[in-house]
């Protein structure tokens, strides 16, 4: 998996100490009934999960979320109005983007970072989306980020709206941070996408006048095998007091 730069994910540091404990007091681990072998590797495995939850750290998978190489490179854009990147008083780094959709009628412009992980990223696997925005919307005009899990050869198999409409500060000068969890669809052969709109309305005088910048997408894998093997040594110790 190309975007892994550290071990798996493991369940958390409190499910390995239960057992240790368990094991120091003559409990699960000193079971005559399981052979030394597997309560080694039981012992082994735990350990190591305990290990790498302590490890592990979030891997930000977004291409140019910053927007710093001046341009949109790494974004699909879908442009109605203006879209631009520049110097627009950004929260890191140099720069911002803008997107102004105002005067268009009802319309949607927007920017995505698509198909992100396509072929790595699994089916549960926690992410958080984060940005920065601020601009100004009236009279019908409101602020969308959405996140779908796609298909391999099309469909998406999760959709999400993130928060519902997002509302800037009422100074159009001052950034508001967004922070959003969730976890990847049940199919995510063609990767993840998280688009970001300005939306107008039919309504005539309809202002969808926004800036991002800062946009983070977090990944972090599903437990797999050390944590179905931890639960299974739990099942099976349990079962054998019994």
């Known amino acids: 998996m190309p975007y892994l730069i550290a071990e798996r994910i493991s369940p ?69 109005g203006i879209q631009i990147v520049g110097a627009f008083s950004p929260t890191e780094g140099n720069f911002a983007v803008n997107i102004d959709n105002s005067g268009n009628g009802a319309a949607n412009s927007i920017i995505k970072q698509s198909n992100l992980l396509a072929g790595s990223i699994n089916p549960g696997d926690a992410i958080s989306v984060s940005f920065d925005m601020r601009g100004t919307t009236a009279v019908g005009g409101i602020v969308f980020a959405e996140f779908f899990s796609e298909i391999d050869g099309g469909g998406i198999s999760k959709s999400e709206i993130l928060g519902g409409p997002l509302f ?43 800036f991002y910048d800062n946009v983070k997408i977090d990944v972090v894998p599903e437990p797999a095998s050390l944590g179905l093997f931890a639960l299974s040594c739990l099942l099976f110790g349990a079962r054998r007091r019994r």
């Open 168 to 210: 800037a500060d009422a100074d159009p000068n001052i950034w508001t941070s967004f922070s959003f969890n969730t976890t990847a669809g049940p199919d995510v052969s063609g990767g993840i996408t998280l688009q970001l709109g300005a939306v107008t309305g039919a309504a005539e005088g309809s202002v969808a006048n926004v």
């Open 12 to 80: 958390p540091v409190n499910t390995g100490h239960s057992v240790v404990h368990r094991a120091e007091s003559g409990g699960l681990l000193n079971q005559p009934t399981i052979p030394d072998s597997m309560k080694n590797n039981c012992l082994i495995t735990i350990l190591l999960t305990a290990a790498s939850a302590t490890q592990l750290q979030a891997v930000n998978v977004a291409v140019n979320g910053g927007f710093e190489t001046g341009d949109f490179t790494g974004w699909t854009q879908f442009p109605s």
